[in-house]
């Protein structure tokens, strides 16, 4: 299976700071990566597929990009409704698989 | 809209199963793959296998083969997760998703149930 590597896996961050989270691959997987937000209690929502394809009513401070085995997903102003756990997943094979998660807190 | 319901929570006995269903409504039922996702207290996302109903195909997680079963009724577009030989290691929510297609390869997981919560406990 595709072994997909997040990090940090926690962070703390002020509102209006610019945040940035890694996923790491441990093959190539092009652009067949996607990322999900969750707020604690409640399912994971979709932010973003192939990588950097933002979905329809999320905010345009989300952004995506990486290809190959190294990604990022970046907040470019947090806001108080960005406090969650944010998790990427691989579907470049049928055996999809997420990263750890990580939790961006209030600092 | 998109909808998935869960069946509600379930406390089961080491060593039993577990069975989890997952109803669809407002969507085309078949043309889409199911997955279940699970996610132990404080713990990240695991997925664990899925299912392609108008295919009737499934694929499961190398750690959960040969303990977990996937099927759908398409009359009903309802999904089911059986979960067998169950430890405590096992207490998760476990969440059934709607999963877009990239023509054969499940892709992004665009609609999710609201999770059932299975505890495993003597």
């Known amino acids: 299976d595709i072994q997909m590597t997040q990090s940090p896996s926690s962070l703390s961050a002020s509102v209006g700071d610019r945040v940035t989270i890694t996923c790491r691959a441990s093959q190539s997987i092009a652009t067949y990566l996607n990322w999900y937000q969750q707020k604690p209690g409640k399912a994971p929502k979709l932010l973003m597929s192939?990588?950097?394809s933002l979905q329809s009513g999320v905010p345009s401070r989300f952004s995506g990009s990486g290809s190959g085995t190294d990604f990022t997903l970046t907040i470019s102003s947090l806001q108080p409704e960005d406090f969650a756990t944010y998790y990427c997943q691989q579907s470049y094979n049928t055996r999809l698989t997420f990263g750890g998660g990580t939790k961006v807190a209030i600092k | 809209q998109v909808q998935l319901v869960q069946s509600g929570a379930e406390v089961k006995k080491p060593g039993s199963s577990v069975k989890v269903s997952c109803k669809a409504s407002?969507?085309?039922?078949?043309?889409?793959?199911i997955s279940w996702v699970r996610q132990a207290p404080g713990q990240g996302l695991e997925w664990m296998g899925g299912?392609?109903?108008?295919?009737?195909?499934?694929d499961y997680a190398q750690k959960f083969q040969g303990r977990v079963t996937i099927t759908t009724d398409d009359s009903r577009s309802t999904a089911y997760m059986d979960l067998s030989s169950l430890t405590l290691q096992d207490t998760a929510v476990y969440y059934c998703?709607?999963?877009?297609?990239?023509?054969?390869?499940?892709?992004?997981?665009?609609?999710w149930g609201q999770g059932t919560l299975v505890t495993v406990s003597s």
């Open positions: 998703a709607r999963v877009a297609l990239r023509g054969l390869i499940p892709d992004y997981f665009d609609f």
């Open positions: 299912i392609i109903p108008i295919f009737g195909t499934t």
């Open positions: 407002g969507g085309t039922f078949s043309t889409y793959a």
């Open positions: 192939a990588a950097s």
